[in-house]
């Protein structure tokens, strides 16, 4: 048949993974284009956010609500939260949110927010345990220019070391100082060169047209670049 003679190839999207399924590692790729630094104020006014907030995104797993809403009433009261994404599915979260007297500095976005507006309007993100190890909002977060806490199974590869925290889940006391400290720093270039530098859009395309030539063969290779 056509295919008989076809073997398959397994693709992963970081070099932990390759090791682990020994497959072809092609990592993920954040067109820093599209997430990129905008002004705040106006992203805010757009979103309905308070213009003088200092505010942390999280877009997700719900599971990240409830050490994010431990940390925020351990921070001063300008420190508000923008829930989106999977984030914002957070019904049952309502009643502590009344009882910890956050209902202002809570702010759950409906499913018509733009992620590049939260992003720009944003001063942190936080992004709790999940099973990805290679969160795409993490990797917009800082394409945007913001600082990120997050926590594990998040690989310290996809954080920037300058400006980036990665913790434990359970370590309740770091993360709101984690989450004190990149609030203190406030958004720059850091981590926006870091991803472009490692995980940017380029990097990706590229890694699949060597997969491409890889797959069909040399001579393929040769005649394209002719």
Not at 119 to 131: E, T
Not at 146 to 154: D, G, H, I, S, T
Request: aromatic share 6%; charged share 20%.
């Amino acid at each position: 048949s056509v295919l008989g003679g076809l073997e398959p190839v397994l693709v992963a999207g970081s070099e932990v993974g390759q090791t682990c399924l020994e497959a072809v590692a092609i990592p993920q790729g954040i067109d820093s284009t599209h997430y990129c630094p905008g002004d705040p104020a106006r992203a805010r006014r757009k979103l309905g956010l308070p213009v003088d907030a200092r505010i942390i995104g999280c877009a997700g797993p719900a599971s990240a609500v409830e050490p994010l809403l431990q940390a925020i009433f351990r921070l001063q009261p300008n420190v508000h939260i923008a829930l989106f994404g999977a984030a914002a599915s957070v019904s049952h979260h309502r009643p502590r949110i009344r009882r910890l007297n956050l209902e202002e500095r809570v702010h759950i976005l409906g499913p018509w927010a733009d992620p590049v507006l939260i992003y720009q309007a944003i001063d942190a993100y936080f992004h709790g345990g999940s099973s990805d190890e290679c969160p795409r909002a993490v990797l917009a977060a800082q394409a945007a220019g913001k600082p990120v806490v997050a926590l594990l199974p998040a690989r310290p590869e996809t954080l920037c070391p300058e400006v980036c925290h990665l913790l434990p889940p359970q370590f309740g006391p770091g993360i709101t100082a984690a989450l004190r400290s990149v609030l203190a720093r406030g958004p720059g270039t850091a981590s926006r060169e870091f991803v472009a530098r490692n995980w940017g859009i380029a990097r990706m395309i590229d890694g699949y047209a060597d997969l491409f030539f890889r797959v069909l063969g040399a001579d393929t290779r040769l005649a394209a670049i002719s």
